[in-house]
RNA sequence: GCGGGAGUGCCGGAGCGGUCAAACGGGAUGGACUCAAAAUCCAUUAGCUUAGUGCUUACAGAGGUUCGAAUCCUCUCUCCCGCACCA
């Protein structure tokens, strides 16, 4: 056991904090923070959620500038990144980190602005020659030197507006901007296009600046179309894409349509029938157009058909949801004018302009025309390179691991204010730092309440100084608790190196989907920054190899279990009703554990039914010698059970389970040896009650300290199997029979004969038929001379299969 | 918008190329037991058909691959979850 409010355990935290310090894993800087006023702290970004605290979920996040200590996380973005793939972890949550840590390929392109380089990130340097502005973040911290005196008032005014937005409406916002005044140099074209300053930049990713390609990203697009900034295209897709309708064309036509390229359907329509595209690579597009413009219904009454001649041989085609390529600003009219001129309303065609952002081959782009995409960014980046002016970068998503809080519970941050000295980590022998008793609660901080606290002296030079106040994130705390769990009492060490290397990593880690992109991404990040700095042995990288997601409960209405709508299943009470063994049993069968399930009143019931009868059964089960039959079924039982089990299918463990008990119901006799093994197998689901019934049928010791049975492979035979399913058809064969008698000839059967194959024999025990069917049934091999069988049936007799006769 | 997951019979939920009208549980219906009920047991639970059979529809929808698809591929629709203007 270990408490991380506990100075014996946040020692270790500031211990880790002044080595991490050391090697330049921690850093303070004044950052645009999230604050917020309920909790009176800043958050990470991690613990923002949809712009609200993710505690005061109706709290909204305010932006500040603060002063705030950082852990180089992104110092790990690449091996955070890349490790994710050796993890065996849920797809999911693997892929909420990779898109949490967000590489991107591209190149940093400087873009010079009065004399001086302003660089931009870019993942599409292949689309530099369509750039036709440069936005900056309304955010940036030089905005200022780039707007001009003119435009000053327009962009305060501007700047006004967004401050006084709520967040909330953020995001539904349109893009919007002023421009700056200022003009950039593009590096290939030596074009001066305007700098806009817009609320869609993202400020503190790549250098909060970038080049916009309207024609070719679909936010410049609307921001151009918006502002009525030119576009230029210069990509072009390898393949052009006619959109037709299958109302349009005679149907025997339709199915030429493949001679032309590859056809999809994309849509259907009830008015319009099915919208097939044709990709037509644009060598062959003579060719569609040629054919379109024969087959094509002309007629206007026909209220839907495509015109032939409103296609031209430009590559602007129209599709109903799809792509457009966009010259000028005239392409815009001229599409539209198809759209309109099609007759076809625009809300059914879900008719959409849209930027065209798939690669494709370039063209207007000076030497770099009729190459792919691909090709161009590597020619495109070397040229930037030879010039100086350009280079190929990556990019992370993921930020610093802001971890300063302004709150009580929390590690104090060791760290210390000199005015000569500046800032001084704490010697490491003054660890621990421990929280002082004396505060108040209630406006800010608490720790800035302690006077005496918050003085001291500098380890530097022995001046008058003061404490740092702020308190580390509580995700420290859970950072590297696994580890001290492998030593949890060491007062020298956070922990025994070779205790924690013989131990980890952890096999199995079992947790909420909630922690994907925030525990897990700081217990990795330590680990890692842990094993580098020596704590850890070289090799252990990953805290965690299996990470197992387990599933929410919900009430008997469905919905998730809250005291306000009263639908919480409280265990003691279930416990008194049921048992706390039939609820675990119930849990453990609705459904797989991964996935969320619903409490079920009913549900309960049937597991409740279950457990009395095994409780009734297996008391009384004479001990002796199991039947082969048996023998077969709790062997193959043990192997699925413990495989279920180990991939943790306990849903289908429970299944076989109840299975095994059906048959051994129907055992006259067992070993002691399998009686034994059902009760193992039952212990992990019922672990009291296969306690109380291993006592009954005088097992040593415990159930739960027994040994998990083994099965003997040799001894499951399918054969038996395949009997035991003869014999059911057998009986719902009858059961066909009497029910077709009873309905057709009102007749009541009395008497069943069977007539089976002579090896088969002993699958159809006729006391065991009499029983399930309520009737008497005998049995006889089919050459037995003294069979009554007065229809002559048994001739019908087949392997697996008897024949029948009823009267 | 992007990314991930999922859509199965009255319900929950297995199955993930043939052995599937589809495990298991719940519910419903009928029957046995009972004076009666509960519990228990048996049967039925897509439709038509039949002395144990055969057929037709069926695993969100539309296409496709295959000798063969609930299972694989493509597109569409719907739902859930995550990210949210990341250039």
């Given at each position: 056991?270990?408490?991380?409010?506990?100075?014996?355990?946040?020692?270790?935290?500031?211990?880790?904090?002044?080595?991490?310090?050391?090697?330049?894993?921690?850093?303070?800087?004044?950052?645009?923070?999230?604050?917020?006023?309920?909790?009176?702290?800043?958050?990470?970004?991690?613990?923002?959620?949809?712009?609200?605290?993710?505690?005061?979920?109706?709290?909204?996040?305010?932006?500040?500038?603060?002063?705030?200590?950082?852990?180089?996380?992104?110092?790990?973005?690449?091996?955070?990144?890349?490790?994710?793939?050796?993890?065996?972890?849920?797809?999911?949550?693997?892929?909420?980190?990779?898109?949490?840590?967000?590489?991107?390929?591209?190149?940093?392109?400087?873009?010079?602005?009065?004399?001086?380089?302003?660089?931009?990130?870019?993942?599409?340097?292949?689309?530099?020659?369509?750039?036709?502005?440069?936005?900056?973040?309304?955010?940036?911290?030089?905005?200022?030197?780039?707007?001009?005196?003119?435009?000053?008032?327009?962009?305060?005014?501007?700047?006004?507006?967004?401050?006084?937005?709520?967040?909330?409406?953020?995001?539904?916002?349109?893009?919007?901007?002023?421009?700056?005044?200022?003009?950039?140099?593009?590096?290939?074209?030596?074009?001066?296009?305007?700098?806009?300053?817009?609320?869609?930049?993202?400020?503190?990713?790549?250098?909060?600046?970038?080049?916009?390609?309207?024609?070719?990203?679909?936010?410049?697009?609307?921001?151009?179309?918006?502002?009525?900034?030119?576009?230029?295209?210069?990509?072009?897709?390898?393949?052009?894409?006619?959109?037709?309708?299958?109302?349009?064309?005679?149907?025997?036509?339709?199915?030429?349509?493949?001679?032309?390229?590859?056809?999809?359907?994309?849509?259907?329509?009830?008015?319009?029938?099915?919208?097939?595209?044709?990709?037509?690579?644009?060598?062959?597009?003579?060719?569609?157009?040629?054919?379109l413009e024969k087959n094509l219904l002309k007629s206007s009454d026909d209220g839907g058909a495509w015109y032939a001649d409103s296609f031209n041989t430009s590559n602007v085609v129209v599709f109903p949801n799809k792509t457009f390529i966009l010259k000028n600003d005239n392409d815009i009219q001229d599409s539209i004018k198809h759209g309109l001129?099609?007759?076809?309303?625009?809300?059914?065609?879900?008719?959409?302009?849209?930027?065209?952002?798939?690669?494709?081959?370039?063209?207007?782009?000076?030497?770099?025309?009729?190459?792919?995409?691909?090709?161009?960014?590597?020619?495109?980046?070397?040229?930037?390179?030879?010039?100086?002016?350009?280079?190929?970068?990556?990019?992370?998503?993921?930020?610093?691991?802001?971890?300063?809080?302004?709150?009580?519970?929390?590690?104090?941050?060791?760290?210390?204010?000199?005015?000569?000295?500046?800032?001084?980590?704490?010697?490491?022998?003054?660890?621990?730092?421990?929280?002082?008793?004396?505060?108040?609660?209630?406006?800010?901080?608490?720790?800035?309440?302690?006077?005496?606290?918050?003085?001291?002296?500098?380890?530097?030079?022995?001046?008058?100084?003061?404490?740092?106040?702020?308190?580390?994130?509580?995700?420290?705390?859970?950072?590297?608790?696994?580890?001290?769990?492998?030593?949890?009492?060491?007062?020298?060490?956070?922990?025994?190196?070779?205790?924690?290397?013989?131990?980890?990593?952890?096999?199995?880690?079992?947790?909420?989907?909630?922690?994907?992109?925030?525990?897990?991404?700081?217990?990795?990040?330590?680990?890692?920054?842990?094993?580098?700095?020596?704590?850890?042995?070289?090799?252990?990288?990953?805290?965690?190899?299996?990470?197992?997601?387990?599933?929410?409960?919900?009430?008997?209405?469905?919905?998730?279990?809250?005291?306000?709508?009263?639908?919480?299943?409280?265990?003691?009470?279930?416990?008194?009703?049921?048992?706390?063994?039939?609820?675990?049993?119930?849990?453990?069968?609705?459904?797989?554990?991964?996935?969320?399930?619903?409490?079920?009143?009913?549900?309960?019931?049937?597991?409740?039914?279950?457990?009395?009868?095994?409780?009734?059964?297996?008391?009384?089960?004479?001990?002796?010698?199991?039947?082969?039959?048996?023998?077969?079924?709790?062997?193959?039982?043990?192997?699925?059970?413990?495989?279920?089990?180990?991939?943790?299918?306990?849903?289908?463990?429970?299944?076989?389970?109840?299975?095994?008990?059906?048959?051994?119901?129907?055992?006259?006799?067992?070993?002691?040896?399998?009686?034994?093994?059902?009760?193992?197998?039952?212990?992990?689901?019922?672990?009291?009650l296969a306690e109380e019934l291993w006592e009954k049928i005088k097992g040593k010791g415990f159930v739960s300290l027994a040994e998990w049975p083994e099965y003997d492979e040799k001894k499951i035979d399918l054969r038996l199997e395949k009997a035991e399913q003869d014999f059911e058809k057998t009986i719902s064969d009858i059961n066909n029979i009497?029910?077709?008698?009873?309905?057709?000839?009102?007749?009541?059967?009395?008497?069943?004969?069977?007539?089976?194959?002579?090896?088969?024999?002993?699958?159809?025990?006729?006391?065991?038929?009499?029983?399930?069917?309520?009737?008497?049934?005998?049995?006889?091999?089919?050459?037995?001379?003294?069979?009554?069988?007065?229809?002559?049936?048994?001739?019908?007799?087949?392997?697996?299969?008897?024949?029948?006769?009823?009267?």
């Amino acid at each position: 056991m270990l408490k991380t409010s506990d100075p014996d355990y946040y020692k270790w935290n500031q211990y880790f904090f002044l080595k991490f310090f050391e090697k330049g894993l921690v850093y303070r800087k004044k950052a645009s923070v999230n604050w917020c006023n309920k909790c009176d702290t800043v958050l990470a970004n991690e613990q923002v959620h949809n712009g609200m605290c993710w505690r005061h979920t109706d709290t909204e996040v305010e932006i500040k500038q603060l002063e705030q200590w950082f852990i180089k996380t992104t110092n790990y973005a690449d091996e955070l990144l890349s490790d994710v793939d050796k993890l065996d972890w849920p797809e999911r949550i693997k892929t909420m980190q990779k898109n949490w840590i967000g590489k991107s390929f591209g190149a940093e392109i400087d873009f010079v602005i009065n004399g001086k380089k302003w660089p931009v990130f870019t993942t599409r340097p292949d689309t530099i020659f369509g750039v036709t502005f440069v936005v900056v973040s309304s955010q940036h911290p030089k905005l200022m030197e780039l707007v001009t005196k003119e435009q000053k008032k327009e962009v305060d005014k501007f700047l006004q507006k967004i401050k006084s937005t709520k967040q909330e409406d953020m995001d539904k916002l349109d893009k919007e901007g002023v421009f700056t005044g200022s003009y950039a140099v593009n590096p290939m074209t030596n074009e001066k296009v305007p700098i806009w300053v817009g609320n869609f930049v993202v400020a503190d990713y790549g250098s909060g600046m970038v080049m916009a390609v309207p024609a070719h990203d679909q936010r410049d697009f609307e921001f151009a179309k918006k502002y009525k900034i030119p576009m230029r295209v210069v990509i072009k897709p390898e393949k052009a894409e006619y959109t037709i309708i299958e109302k349009s064309l005679p149907k025997d036509k339709i199915s030429k349509l493949k001679d032309f390229g590859e056809v999809v359907i994309i849509k259907e329509d009830k008015n319009w029938g099915k919208f097939y595209m044709v990709s037509v690579n644009l060598n062959n597009e003579n060719k569609i157009i040629d054919f379109l413009e024969k087959n094509l219904l002309k007629s206007s009454d026909d209220g839907g058909a495509w015109y032939a001649d409103s296609f031209n041989t430009s590559n602007v085609v129209v599709f109903p949801n799809k792509t457009f390529i966009l010259k000028n600003d005239n392409d815009i009219q001229d599409s539209i004018k198809h759209g309109l001129k099609l007759g076809i309303p625009k809300n059914q065609l879900e008719f959409e302009l849209k930027a065209f952002t798939d690669y494709g081959l370039l063209v207007n782009s000076q030497g770099f025309d009729g190459l792919g995409s691909d090709e161009a960014k590597e020619h495109i980046v070397k040229a930037l390179e030879f010039k100086k002016l350009g280079r190929k970068t990556v990019q992370y998503k993921l930020r610093d691991w802001l971890i300063s809080r302004q709150r009580y519970w929390g590690t104090p941050i060791p760290m210390i204010y000199c005015d000569k000295c500046g800032i001084v980590p704490v010697a490491e022998k003054d660890l621990p730092i421990k929280l002082p008793e004396n505060v108040r609660f209630g406006q800010g901080n608490p720790l800035l309440g302690n006077k005496e606290w918050l003085s001291v002296k500098c380890p530097k030079c022995n001046g008058k100084a003061r404490r740092e106040t702020d308190t580390m994130d509580t995700f420290f705390d859970s950072s590297w608790y696994f580890l001290r769990y492998c030593d949890n009492k060491n007062s020298k060490l956070p922990f025994d190196k070779k205790k924690v290397d013989y131990w980890m990593s952890v096999n199995q880690y079992i947790g909420g989907a909630e922690h994907a992109v925030m525990h897990l991404i700081y217990a990795r990040f330590f680990t890692k920054a842990l094993s580098d700095l020596g704590f850890l042995r070289r090799d252990l990288r990953e805290p965690f190899t299996r990470l197992f997601n387990q599933g929410m409960l919900h009430g008997n209405d469905g919905a998730v279990m809250s005291k306000s709508r009263g639908n919480v299943v409280i265990p003691e009470e279930v416990s008194k009703d049921y048992g706390i063994d039939t609820a675990r049993l119930f849990l453990m069968s609705i459904a797989s554990p991964d996935k969320d399930t619903q409490w079920s009143a009913e549900g309960v019931d049937g597991s409740l039914r279950f457990v009395r009868r095994v409780m009734d059964v297996i008391p009384r089960i004479k001990i002796a010698k199991s039947s082969k039959v048996f023998e077969s079924k709790i062997n193959k039982a043990i192997k699925d059970v413990s495989e279920d089990i180990e991939i943790m299918r306990y849903n289908l463990a429970v299944i076989k389970l109840r299975k095994l008990f059906e048959a051994l119901e129907n055992e006259k006799e067992v070993s002691k040896k399998d009686l034994e093994s059902f009760v193992k197998l039952l212990s992990p689901f019922c672990p009291h009650l296969a306690e109380e019934l291993w006592e009954k049928i005088k097992g040593k010791g415990f159930v739960s300290l027994a040994e998990w049975p083994e099965y003997d492979e040799k001894k499951i035979d399918l054969r038996l199997e395949k009997a035991e399913q003869d014999f059911e058809k057998t009986i719902s064969d009858i059961n066909n029979i009497l029910k077709i008698i009873s309905e057709r000839q009102g007749k009541d059967v009395k008497d069943i004969y069977l007539y089976v194959i002579p090896t088969e024999l002993d699958n159809y025990n006729s006391e065991l038929l009499s029983k399930r069917l309520g009737k008497s049934v005998k049995v006889f091999k089919v050459n037995d001379p003294k069979k009554y069988d007065p229809e002559s049936k048994a001739g019908k007799a087949k392997p697996g299969k008897p024949a029948i006769y009823v009267e």
